[in-house]
Each structure stands twice: as C-alpha cells, then as structure tokens.
C-alpha cells in the first residue's frame, strides 16, 4: 500500500532551508527527537526559526526591493506577481553585484595582471539567484526582509528559470569553475554561446521522453548585461585568394562570403564573501545588417530577412549530445562563431595596453579549451596574428603553442570530434590552409625526426585522416598546439595518456597531466543543504566553504551517537521535502525512513541505468515471492535525458517508467519498493535530490566515465557511493575509505581482458535470477498489451553484445546493494559512513582543481580585490 509521508509540520515545510537558521538549542531538540536505531524517524518539531540577522540590513533589502519594485519593474507591492519580486530581487543584488564587478575590472587593468579565458561550448549555470545571496552573504537577509513583506523566498526563487546552456558534466563543471575562479581571485574570463534555447526541456508522457524547447529568456534574463560597445564581425565562408608580391612572397587573402555580428551578454559571476566577479560573456549571432543592403535594395526584403534568419540561426539552440550526423555544419559554425569572437575580445583588450606588441602576449593570456569544442580557437588565433596583425607564421605559432591548454573529459570514440574537410573548404578556408601548415611542419619537424620514414605513424599522427571522406582530427590539433593537457581524474588521465595518445605522450612526456574535478561547495552544499551546512558551522567554523578540507572536523564525531543522529535528521527533514517534490511531480508516495538510492545523470548505456533496472526487477520478483523479506524499504529515484536521437537510451527510460508504474502500483510487495522517474532534470532539480540521497550510484562501465560529478556532490551530502572503480569514484573511496562504500564489479583492467572474448550469453544461461528477468522484458507484464514493447534493452544485452558489460556485473552489483541493505539496518553504522563521506570530500572541491590548474597549468597569480 502506498505509505504516506508523515503529516507532521516539519513534514510540510519546504525545503532544508528552515534548519539552517535554527539556534544551537533548537538543534540539540532536533537531535534528542532522532531515534536510536532501527526505529523510524519521528519528525522534528519545526519550532519557529530564530534568525540572527542584522535588522538594518533586512529594512535595507527590503526599501531596495520596494524600490526596484516601482522604478525598475514598474510595478506595485499590491499588483506584484512572483515573477516580479523574483526580477526586484534581481535587481537588488545588482546593485551591489556591479559595484564588486567594477573594483574587480579596475584592479585587473591597473595591474595589468595575467588571466585564463575559459573557452566552452557549454556553462550549465542552473539558476543564480539564491547561489548569488549566499555568495554575496545576504540570503538570512533577503529571506527574512521577503518574509516580512509577506513572502517565501524559497517561492520567489523558484520563478527562475534554470540557465541550461549545457548537456551535463562538461557544462556544469565549467560553470562551478567559474565560481571558484571568482572565489579564488584569479583573473579570468569565461568565453561560451548565448543560446537561445539551452538543453531541451523533458517531458514525460505516457513513460516517454518528449523533448520541448527551452526558452529559458522567454520574459528576459534580469542577471545579463548587453554590451553593445563589444560586438565582434565574424567572418565566414568565401574562398582563399593567393597573392605574390613584386619580391616574389606569396600571402593568401581570405574573401569571406558573409559576416555574422557577435553580439556580447555578459552574466557577472559573484565569488563568495564578495572576493572578486568574473564575467562569463556569452556570445549571440546576429545578421550584420549593412551587409544584406544590396539585397534590400534590389528589391530582395523578403531574401534579405532569410538570410537574416539563417546567421541567427547559429546561438538558437544547444546541441543535445547526439549520435547523429545531422546538423554538422551549423555545430561547427557555432564553435568558430564563438571562438573568432572571444579571440577578437581577448585581443582588443590585450591591445588597450599593449598596442599591438605581441611579445607580451603568452605572458597576459592562458586559453583553455574544455574539449575539443573549441579547438578551431587554434587556427583562428593563428590567423588572426599573421593575416590581420602581419605576424609570420612561426612567430604567431610561436604565440599560439605558448597560449593553449586543452582539457580532455572523455574516451569514447563517438565523441572525439573529427569534422569533414569539405566543411572546412565550404566554411572556414583559410582555416584549412593553416591546419594544413601546422600539420606539415608537425609530421616533418618532429614526427619524422623520430621515427623517420614511418608512413603509418604520420597517418595515425596525422592532423587529417585519409580516407573517401577526409577528416580534421580536433584532439589531435588540441594536443600538437597545447601546452598542456590533461584528464580530469587520475585513472582518465592515465588512459588519455596510455591509450589514446600514446605516440603523443611519447614524443612529449610532460605534456600529459591530470586535473581531478570538483564541485563547488557553495552550490552544492552551503547552499542546497541549510541543514548539513549549519551543522559544519558549528563543527567546522564559518570558513568551511572556502576551505572544505576543514569539514574533516566533523569525522572526529562520526561515532558519537549526537552527531549521528543529527547528521540523520538533517537527511530526514532532505528526504521529507523531496518527497513532497516527488509527490507534486509524479504523484507518488514515498516513506522519507526509506533508503534513497539516486542515479542522476544523462542516460548513456556506458552509465548503466539499465544495470540497475535489471537489479530493481530482480528485487521486485525477490518481493513477489516473499513480501516480508528482512530489508530496509527503498525508494529508486532516477533523473535523467537522453540525446533525442539515441533510441535506446529512450527505450530505458521508457522501461523504467514502465517498471515504476506496476510496482508502485503493486499493494503485493506492501510498499517496500518505489520507482521514481523525476522528468526533466536539471540542476534546479539537482539541487533538492543530492541532499536527500542515502545512496549515490556510480555504476559506468569500468574505464568509460571520465571523472563523474554528481559522484562528488553526493558524497559531499553524505550518501554512501554505490559504485564501480571508474572515474573520480576512485578517489572518492581513497579518501573517504572502501569500508563506508559499495565498490563491485570490474576493474578496468578486467574490462579490458573481458572484452576481449565477452559473451553475454554465458551470464545469462549461467544465472538464472539474471535470465529471468531478462525474459520479463520480452513479456508485456509491464507494458500490458504490449509484448516486446521493451525487448530493444534486451536485445542489446545479447544479440548485439551488451557492448558495457552489464550481464558480466550483474552478480557483483546485486550483491553490493546487498551490502548496502545490511548496512542501512544498523543506523549508527550508517550515519557513521555518511559522516565520513561527507566529511572527507575536501579534495573535491572545485577550489582546490582551480588551484591545480592555476599552478600547473595556467601559471596563474590570485589577485586580491
Ligand atoms: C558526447 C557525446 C557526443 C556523441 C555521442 C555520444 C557522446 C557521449 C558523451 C559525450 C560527452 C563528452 C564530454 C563530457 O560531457 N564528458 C563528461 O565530462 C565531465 C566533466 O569532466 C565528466 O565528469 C564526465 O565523466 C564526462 O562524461
């Protein structure tokens, strides 16, 4: 039957937020109100919060947004929808937001300081307003100055739509760079695409995912700046035309067909405690007008505004990660369009001081490259110095190969850009002749030097790949140019290394290292886990967020029963308001005492959400078969979107909706299993299931996830990683101990070997729990009336391979979540490993890998504001 979540008034309160402000005594109630073991968990008591905060500041937050209100919104206290209180509070932090960003600029020119330009395809910013508070240190301020004018922060926050100008990982990683870049005071600039549309917004209907535009500033974005004075003109198309002068030097003049205007919006990033604002420039296409005047004039309005479209067609919309080949040239007009811009902004500004003498310029500019996105950065830069500045060749390569970095985030194959050659003949041709050059002087200047006369090697080394179609190699001119490059976790770094480039690491030993990732605490603690973060106050002292490795204090409480209980209420009051967020998205009840097992990520089949559904399945059947089998009840919370033309990536999101629906449905296995299906995450919604999560799964295909994230912000909120040894999951049970998590499955190596003579069928006829509910997939008992209706998964798992090794880590997953079972019973072993996982995360904080790249790397000098 389905259990109801307890009607208490903590019960019905949203969201962690109240504990924060709780006093130490409150939470000593709190914490005599948590049960010993077993039992389940009484809810606390939601005594009012006592709030400390200065009551100048909150009249003062409250006349600043009255104000904004009626003369920057134009509105009344009394007709103001949520909408308008949410852009009034906007407005507010700007005021103090551009005053930060104004001392931060004036005192990066005046010491004329060295910076990073971060250039991303994507910043999955999510939104900004309550990270902007607690980073500006206003959010107890603004909420209780809303509270009095009669309003729940949490409610005006919730206005905001997500800033999704990102897939996942790659993009919410450069967006938590950008955060600690400001909170560490290093110079820099983060370069990307202002979208029209971001990542499509998910729906789910009838179990299946829709995909529906995301017009995140449909009603504007009140945090974004445009700046007219910077607008760049980007060429593009045309052809090449080769000049000689009298004393016989050849140049080539590149006559573009088109140029697109690049129209800057500039997002101030707020480092917390008001160190220094960052600013991410995003970049929109427009039509550069006066260019379509001869057509207008020849009576062509209607072919002129086409031709408008097309050039603003370029920041529309967001590639989802795709498999498909469609779309090709528009990607990489987007990647040119926002690289030729940045590279134009980096050197007008360069130029402000330097006035076009380039000898200084690989000692003011570090460029990183987050993949290979923006790779045609290289010979746009290189084309900039010699065609437009009068460089020569290697005095501009000189330049380049001192300036570049590049940061590789994965191994697979599909994903390594190569772009027809034709693409760039039709789009980018002098481009073309420069790779040409640079590949010319690689394999004769240093390939064949060291293995002279090897033909195979310079194919395999080779910028272009031969063949009917030729090809451009970005990772291959990102590792010829860069000065560095590397992984982002230290098993990924090592396979970069070994596997993909080994020829390369060879002729370059240093060249190769490793950055682990982060996440910044302040988005994914302090600000997402009020309860978890007031705790780490008082252990901690106030400066945890800025130096997470102080959370380790709180292990020294780990097996002191207070500290126990009180790290598990905090969970509790999580996992008692996601299970209002669930309930209010899918309409499903969830027991807040059951264990929360969370796998949220983009579906991939590397990421194995299809291991765990076949788990799920199993212990559903488990169920079935003995209702009052001795576990703990759980609650299975997925989120997830698949690319939209990935059809099996669909289909198991289509499964796990389909299993979702009968078991919850089933008053048989008396509520002791719960599927959740969360539609369209993102990381607002991020933001409410980590905290709550007991379980992290973490359960990629040994060798394939590069790093993981979501890993690290789990963990960080104290759930207990269930997972394989791959990626940064690695390092995470090497600080926070394999004895407080459930490491199974193969190891990399073991991949390895396996794949060399995999077959599935010997698990599947040698298991017969694993061949039963392989068979149910072929059955219509989840998709009634519908037999086969799921049979793709299936299909993939036997004839076509199981090409991730799912059926090889069956076994050894089902026994991990066995583990976790018997663990989750003692409730003092439990709280214990939780403590310590969130205790030990430290290293993982985004601060401590800005360090790295700014030692390492960049080269780079904080600079106190
Ligand atoms: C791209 C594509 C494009 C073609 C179809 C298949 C496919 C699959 C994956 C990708 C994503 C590549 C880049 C990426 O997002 N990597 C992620 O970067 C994170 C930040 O470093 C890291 O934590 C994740 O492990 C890694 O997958």
């Known amino acids: 039957m389905a259990t109801k979540a307890p009607a208490t008034k903590t019960a019905a309160a949203p969201k962690a937020a109240k504990t924060a402000t709780k006093t130490t005594a409150t939470k000593t109630t709190a914490a005599k109100a948590a049960p010993a073991k077993a039992a389940p968990v009484k809810a606390a008591p939601a005594k009012a919060a006592s709030v400390a905060v200065d009551k100048a500041a909150v009249e003062q937050f409250k006349a600043s947004v009255l104000n904004h209100l009626r003369t920057t919104i134009g509105t009344s206290q009394e007709k103001a929808s949520k909408l308008a209180w949410w852009q009034a509070v906007v407005a507010s932090c700007n005021e103090e937001i551009f005053g930060l960003l104004t001392d931060t600029q004036k005192t990066h020119a005046k010491n004329d300081t060295r910076a990073v330009h971060y250039l991303s395809a994507e910043f999955l910013m999510g939104r900004l307003t309550v990270n902007n508070l607690t ?422 409480y780990a097996d002191k029963k207070e500290y126990q209980d009180r790290f598990m209420q905090i969970k509790y009051e999580n996992k008692v308001a996601l299970a209002k967020t669930i309930k209010e998205l899918v309409g499903v009840d969830v027991d807040p005492n059951a264990m929360f097992d969370v796998q949220v990520k983009r579906l991939h089949e590397y990421k194995r959400q299809h291991l765990n559904l076949l788990y799920i399945m199993s212990l559903y059947r488990a169920l079935l078969e003995n209702p009052d089998m001795d576990i703990p009840s759980q609650v299975f919370i997925f989120g997830a979107k698949a690319a939209p033309a990935y059809t099996l990536a669909k289909d198991i999101i289509y499964a796990i909706n389909a299993v979702a629906d009968k078991v919850n449905n089933d008053l048989r296995i008396k509520g002791k299993l719960k599927v959740v299906f969360l539609p369209n995450y993102r990381v607002s919604l991020a933001e409410k299931i980590i905290p709550a999560a007991d379980i992290s799964e973490q359960i990629s295909t040994a060798g394939y996830e590069a790093s993981g994230t979501s890993n690290m912000k789990l963990s960080m909120n104290g759930a207990l990683t269930l997972g394989t040894m791959d990626g940064a999951n690695i390092e995470i049970v090497d600080f926070a101990g394999i004895e407080n998590n459930f490491i199974f499955g193969l190891s990399v190596d073991e991949v390895k070997e396996l794949k060399k003579h995999y077959n599935p069928w010997d698990y599947y006829n040698g298991n017969q729990e694993l061949k039963a509910v392989i068979d149910w997939l072929d059955t219509d008992y989840f998709t009634p009336g519908q037999p086969g209706a799921l049979s793709s998964i299936k299909n993939s798992l036997l004839n076509l391979g199981d090409p991730f090794l799912v059926l090889a880590d069956f076994a050894s997953y089902k026994e991990a979540h066995q583990r976790a079972q018997q663990m989750y019973k003692d409730k003092a072993r439990w709280a214990k490993a939780a403590i310590i996982n969130s205790a030990t995360m430290g290293n993982f904080s985004s601060d401590r890998s800005i360090h790295d790249y700014a030692r390492d790397i960049w080269n780079l000098k904080s600079q106190k504001i």
């Not at 009068?390 to 000189?398: K, T």
Request: glycine share 6%.
């Open 135 to 556: 980073n500006l240190e206003k959010f107890e301020v603004a909420r209780e100055a809303l509270k009095e004018l009669g309003l729940d922060i949490n409610e005006v926050c919730e206005e905001e739509p997500d800033m999704a100008l990102g897939n996942g990982g790659l993009g919410r990683l450069a967006a938590c760079f950008m955060d600690s870049l400001a909170t560490c005071n290093y110079p820099c600039v983060g370069y990307g695409i202002h979208y029209e549309n971001g990542l499509f917004r998910q729906e789910i209907q009838s179990g299946k995912q829709f995909e529906r535009p995301d017009s995140w500033r449909e009603y504007g974005c009140p945090w974004e700046v445009c700046r007219p004075e910077s607008v760049q003109n980007i060429p593009l198309g045309g052809y090449v035309e080769t000049q000689t002068a009298p004393d016989g030097t050849k140049s080539s003049v590149w006559h573009p067909a088109t140029v697109i205007k690049a129209v800057p919006w500039d997002i101030p990033v707020v480092g917390y405690r008001k160190s220094s604002v960052a600013i991410l420039r995003l970049w929109e296409s427009r039509a550069a007008e006066s260019f379509n005047w001869d057509v207008f004039n020849a009576g062509g309005y209607v072919d002129a505004q086409a031709e408008k479209s097309l050039t603003e067609t370029i920041s529309k919309v967001l590639y989802p990660n795709d498999s498909t080949e469609a779309g090709k040239e528009l990607r990489l007009t987007q990647q040119y369009f926002f690289c030729a811009a940045s590279l134009r902004d980096i050197l007008r500004r360069y130029n402000r001081t330097h006035h076009h003498d380039y000898s200084e310029f690989a000692k003011k500019i570090a460029i990183q490259l987050n993949d290979t996105h923006p790779t045609i950065a290289i010979p746009e830069l290189m084309r900039l110095l010699i065609d437009e500045e009068g460089l020569s060749f290697d005095a501009a390569w000189d330049i380049t190969s001192k300036s570049f970095n590049y940061t590789n985030h994965t191994l697979l194959p599909e994903a390594l850009e190569k772009w027809p050659v034709y693409l760039f003949e039709k789009l980018l041709p002098r481009h073309l002749e420069i790779i040409y050059m640079i590949n010319h002087n690689f394999l004769t200047g240093v390939v064949d030097k060291i293995w002279p006369g090897n033909n195979e090697m310079k194919a395999k080394l080779s910028v272009i790949e031969e063949g009917d179609c030729r090809k451009v190699r970005m990772a291959n001119l990102c590792v010829i140019t860069s000065g560095r490059v590397n992984g982002v976790a230290k098993i990924h770094s090592q396979l970069v290394k070994d596997d993909l480039f080994p020829e390369y690491a060879q002729i370059w030993k240093d060249k190769f290292c490793n950055v682990t990732n982060g996440v910044t605490p302040r988005r994914w603690l302090l600000s997402c886990n009020r309860g978890l973060a007031a705790l780490y106050n008082e252990v901690s002292g106030k400066d945890w967020a800025l130096n997470l490795d102080s959370c380790s204090k709180l292990k020294a």
